[in-house]
């Protein structure tokens, strides 16, 4: 039996949703609504409580980190749907390489720019009272000072700084995908779900670093992915929130 809390098909919640896709694994979907904190919740801490989404519940154990959790379905379940890691030694770490590199870097740097254009009329719009309310539910320390920084606003210097680490984040990926089909020879792995769950919106969103005429290659990996069965049926299944994408703000 397989449970998966996630906010959905998108950023760290779509790498193990898509993962089970792919595997052709059954499971039970729980979506928590982040408009209601209900990551915060005192039942979702009692899963998880660091209060982070995703986490999958399997056999009465909870697995918890996004990339951990894709790793622990093709462990537990390898020979189910489609392998997704690559049997060569070399070509897994290659695939280790990539996936560490979107949880260290290139998540963050998106991720910050989300917190400034979609947390943080969220924070501004409490009272003091409630906004140190919810700050009491928040179990972990660096997710207080987020939180803290969202409501002030986030310094320039600091957004300046993670728009240069997306730039740099996009020309890797292009760099490597103007010429492949794939982020490792093998083929499709864990490394191209981990890295299209934070790119995928990104023509949306940062267009003006995703576009057909700066980043071919890319687009085209992202065409490929979205046009996968197990994408689809995901994005059927589970369809994406509406939002108001809009493109951000730089300096």
């Known amino acids: 039996?397989?449970?998966?809390?996630?906010?959905?098909?998108?950023?760290?919640?779509?790498?193990?949703?898509?993962?089970?896709?792919?595997k052709g694994l059954h499971f039970e979907g729980v979506?928590?609504?982040?408009?209601?904190?209900e990551q915060h919740s005192d039942w979702f801490k009692a899963v998880n409580p660091r209060g982070q989404v995703p986490a999958l519940w399997h056999d009465g154990r909870i697995v918890t980190e996004s990339t951990v959790i894709c790793e622990y379905l093709e462990d537990v379940f390898p020979d189910a749907g489609i392998?997704?890691?690559?049997?060569?030694p070399f070509e897994r770490a290659n695939m280790r390489i990539w996936t560490k590199w979107v949880d260290e870097y290139f998540c963050w740097c998106v991720s910050t720019i989300g917190w400034h254009i979609g947390i943080r009329p969220i924070a501004q719009s409490m009272s003091d009272a409630d906004f140190e309310e919810?700050?009491?539910k928040v179990p972990i320390p660096e997710q207080q000072v987020k939180w803290r920084r969202a409501r002030e606003?986030?310094?320039?210097?600091l957004l300046d700084e993670e728009y240069r680490k997306i730039g740099v984040s996009v020309r890797r990926?292009?760099?490597?995908?103007?010429?492949h089909e794939w982020l490792v020879d093998s083929g499709y792995s864990l490394a191209d779900i981990c890295n299209f769950a934070i790119a995928n919106r990104m023509p949306a969103g940062f267009p003006d670093y995703v576009n057909e005429a700066d980043t071919p290659g890319l687009i085209a990996w992202l065409n490929r992915i979205n046009e996968r069965p197990a994408v689809k049926a995901m994005f059927a299944n589970v369809p994406m929130e509406k939002l108001a994408t809009r493109e951000p703000e730089k300096a």
């Open 1 to 22: 039996m397989l449970k998966l809390y996630s906010f959905g098909p998108g950023a760290n919640s779509l790498k193990p949703l898509l993962t089970l896709y792919e």
């Open 153 to 157: 606003g986030f310094p320039q210097e």
């Open 83 to 88: 392998s997704l890691r690559p049997v060569d």
């Open 31 to 37: 979506r928590l609504d982040p408009s209601k904190f």
């Open 173 to 179: 990926l292009e760099d490597r995908l103007k010429d």
């Open 134 to 136: 919810h700050l009491k």
